[in-house]
């Protein structure tokens, strides 16, 4: 297990511990941890409702794909440290990030 911080946007942050050997993305484990990711292309890189920032621990994660690189485009609010969170696969890598929600739809359920 690894532990990452997730912040909403209202500044929420709650730490989560991950299991790293399931093969599972951040957009899974945002959903699991009931945050409201809407993922509406259900991981494909394609709609962009589940765009992070990644505040610590970017130069651990793994490159972008072309196909994250053409949505972040397409985003207002992208950054350089922007990240769509179901193309981040959860592996020891992940350990100590820190997340900040930027979709819409991101405020915490119950």
């Known amino acids: 297990m690894i532990n990452i911080t997730v912040l909403n946007k209202l500044g929420d942050e709650k730490v989560l511990e991950v299991p790293?050997?399931?093969g599972l993305n951040l957009m899974e484990?945002?959903?699991?941890?009931?945050?409201n990711v809407l993922a509406t292309c259900g991981g494909m890189a394609m709609c962009g409702t589940c765009h992070v920032q990644?505040?610590?621990?970017?130069?651990n994660l793994a490159g972008h794909s072309d196909a994250e690189l053409d949505m972040l485009d397409t985003l207002p609010d992208a950054a350089p440290n922007s990240r769509l969170a179901c193309q981040l696969r959860v592996d020891e890598n992940m350990a100590g990030a820190v997340f900040q929600l930027c979709a819409e739809e991101d405020i915490e359920i119950g």
């Open 54 to 59: 990644v505040l610590e621990g970017m130069d």
């Open 20 to 22: 790293e050997d399931m």
């Open 29 to 35: 484990i945002l959903k699991a941890n009931e945050y």
